[in-house]
């Protein structure tokens, strides 16, 4: 970046460090400040708390005496999905500490100067969403040989929550969920696996899957067809959504984009 020299000086230029930049990753990297461990542990993590965050309504609807406790946990998973956001945040914060970065370096400046993250924003959601919406009955006709699948309301869909869990899906959930899950995946784990391996392919093969693996547990139904269904409808999502990481290393207006497929995906979901 140049900076405008004062009067009667000469022209100075100014080298702006983008801490999570792939140069400076890869710097980071070879110097063995990133172990192969921690991007590898985040992602697994991530699945890891949703269950638990799972598991922790349930025991108290068993405390409650209630028949089913696992099920009767499962509507509230933008209750507490939060926790699970907590988990990510605090081990992100830890690792990004030992490599001398920021946790807000992991998302970088927004750019809404002339709106421009705003309109790449705009331009990633019409780019990822048609990946979902195609994806959605190919899954459903693999894993239960029909496009109209069983959308277990109560659980997934149709859920029937008081009113304050309904405005805290709709004011906190969506708010926090999305810049965690880019940031975890995209900005934090994407850019090491790739500069660990050399390869993007390999990088992007391991985000995706756990990233879709995720989708697959939150909530969590016991359920084999279901677990196929939820990954296979997700995972040509996920993986455009790496893709276009790496090719602009923009993290802003993927959350912008995240955040819009969230807020729709509360009002699909709840029970109004």
């Not at 710097?27 to 991007?39: D, F, K, L, V, Y």
Request: aromatic content about 16%; proline content about 7%; some cysteine.
């Amino acid at each position: 970046m140049e900076r405008t020299p004062e009067p009667g000086q000469s022209p100075i230029v100014e080298t702006i460090s983008v801490p999570n930049s792939k140069a400076q990753v890869e710097e980071r990297a070879t110097a063995g400040q990133i172990p192969w461990s921690r991007p590898l542990i985040l992602i697994v993590a991530r699945s890891a708390f949703i269950i638990a965050a799972q598991g922790l309504v349930a025991a108290i609807y068993l405390l409650r005496h209630h028949p089913i406790p696992w099920n009767a946990a499962a509507p509230w998973w933008t209750v507490y999905a939060t926790l699970v956001d907590a988990g990510c945040l605090a081990l992100m914060a830890r690792y990004a500490r030992a490599e001398g970065i920021r946790l807000r370096d992991l998302i970088g400046r927004p750019r809404l100067r002339w709106g421009r993250d705003i309109f790449l924003g705009m331009a990633y959601l019409a780019i990822i969403f048609p990946f979902f919406w195609l994806a959605a009955p190919w899954a459903s006709r693999i894993a239960y040989g029909t496009t109209q699948p069983d959308m277990y309301p109560g659980f997934l869909t149709a859920r029937a929550l008081p009113l304050w869990g309904v405005i805290y899906s709709l004011s906190v959930f969506w708010i926090i969920w999305s810049p965690t899950e880019e940031m975890t995946y995209n900005g934090y784990a994407l850019p090491r696996l790739y500069a660990l391996s050399g390869r993007w392919w390999v990088a992007v093969s391991i985000v995706s899957f756990w990233w879709t693996v995720q989708h697959s547990f939150l909530p969590f139904i016991v359920n084999g067809r279901y677990v196929v269904w939820r990954f296979l409808a997700f995972l040509p999502g996920v993986i455009v959504m790496t893709l276009l990481y790496l090719w602009k290393r923009r993290l802003f207006p993927l959350i912008l984009a995240h955040w819009t497929m969230d807020i729709l995906a509360i009002f699909i979901t709840l029970k109004f």
